[in-house]
């Protein structure tokens, strides 16, 4: 398999978390699409990475439907249950995480922008977004060691890969403050070994 990606894309860091976890061998090919040069668009007709191109040659993108492929292959531990309603369950949660992953986007590259062309409004709509997606994931982590069943889902993955992208991109906002539960849960994933070699690089 191969991985057309960026080093610092939380969504594909996500998939790159799967890969590890699974023990699945694939090459990393770093192709951030903004940079002059990028090929991504040769994969992917939108453009985005993560793109998985699968040892047949076929061609996966957007994280969740990589993810799903990638569970297809049947290579352990599972990411997901197998009881259809509990997938789906699963799933919300991962687009829960995901959500708020999407909302943070916006809301740095709003600041970003020049200071005179910022809008206020929209940093504070993406940040609402965002604490009342963590507010959620903070009642349903508490007391639990996983957000749903016993062991790790895909719905843990996105959100570790997500919250930890809000530290690394948007440092100033303090998501722990308030959230305690939600904090030892990511600071205990962030110790996996998948985690810990994917450390973003600025």
Same mark, same amino acid.
Request: net charge positive; aromatic share 6%; charged share 30%.
């Given at each position: 398999m191969k991985l057309i990606a960026s080093l610092t894309s939380p969504y594909v860091r996500k998939i790159r978390v799967v890969l590890l976890e699974k023990n699945l061998p694939f090459e990393f090919l770093n192709d951030p699409p903004w940079e002059a040069g990028s090929h991504v668009s040769d994969y992917? /007709?939108? %453009?985005?990475? /993560?793109?998985l191109v699968s040892d047949a040659g076929e061609v996966f993108f957007d994280s969740p439907i990589i993810a799903d492929y990638i569970e297809t292959l049947g290579a352990q531990p599972a990411l997901l249950p197998t009881d259809r309603l509990e997938i789906v369950r699963v799933k919300q949660l991962e687009a829960l995480a995901d959500g708020v992953t999407d909302a943070g986007v916006v809301w740095l590259q709003? *600041?970003?922008?020049?200071?005179?062309?910022q809008d206020d409004a929209v940093i504070t709509r993406q940040r609402s977004k965002v604490d009342r997606g963590l507010d959620v994931l903070e009642k349903k982590i508490t007391g639990r060691e996983f957000l749903y069943g016993n062991s790790l889902s +895909?719905? @843990?993955?996105? *959100? %570790?890969?997500g919250l930890l992208w809000l530290d690394f991109? +948007? /440092?100033?906002? @303090?998501?722990?403050?308030t959230r305690p539960n939600l904090a030892v849960y990511v600071k205990r994933l962030s110790e996996r070994p998948a985690f810990v070699q994917t450390i973003p690089v600025a």
């Open positions: 992917n /007709p939108l %453009g985005k990475v /993560p793109t709003e *600041t970003r922008r020049v200071s005179e062309k +895909l719905a @843990d993955i996105a *959100t %570790g890969c991109r +948007l /440092p100033q906002y @303090d998501w722990r403050a």
